[in-house]
Nanobody, 126 residues
Framework: QVQLVESGGGLVQAGGSLRLSCAASGRTFSRYNMGWFRQAPGKEREFVAAISWSGGRTYYLDAVEGRFTISRDNTKNTVYLQMNSLKAEDSAVYYC???????????????????WGQGTQVTVSS
């Protein structure tokens, strides 16, 4: 069983920055591919960013490319999402997720992920 706990959400003005963290349980975190998704009210959950277990592969939603950066620290069992130049349309609940596949991959599909956190709210005021 893998437990994921997100933190770092909050209220920020447009153009500001936030860093989300996701702490994972388990001794094999270094072999988990990790992803971030978000869900705004009335909308489906959408992919935001992913990083492979090696860290060698990353992938981003086009709308956040160049503004968001996903990274991981395997010594801390933590994955991060640095969000810069935030826009009102980035407001959502952000979820981290773990893909325990043996493949070193940065998957964009919801179905790749086996475990999910409870989410952290990000609100960007315009």
């Amino acid at each position: 069983q893998v437990q994921l706990v997100e933190s770092g959400g909050g209220l920020v003005q447009a153009g500001g920055s936030l860093r989300l963290s996701c702490a994972a349980s388990g001794r094999t975190f270094s072999r988990y591919n990790m992803g971030w998704f978000r869900q705004a009210p009335g909308k489906e959950r959408e992919f935001v960013a992913a990083i492979s277990w090696s860290g060698g592969r990353t992938y981003y939603l086009d709308a956040v490319e160049g503004r968001f950066t996903i990274s991981r620290d395997n010594t801390k069992n933590t994955v991060y999402l640095q969000m810069n130049s935030l826009k009102a349309e980035d407001s959502a609940v952000y979820y981290c997720a773990a893909d325990i596949s043996s493949f070193d991959r940065a998957c964009t599909r919801y179905g790749c992920y086996n475990y999910w956190g409870q989410g952290t709210q990000v609100t960007v005021s315009s």
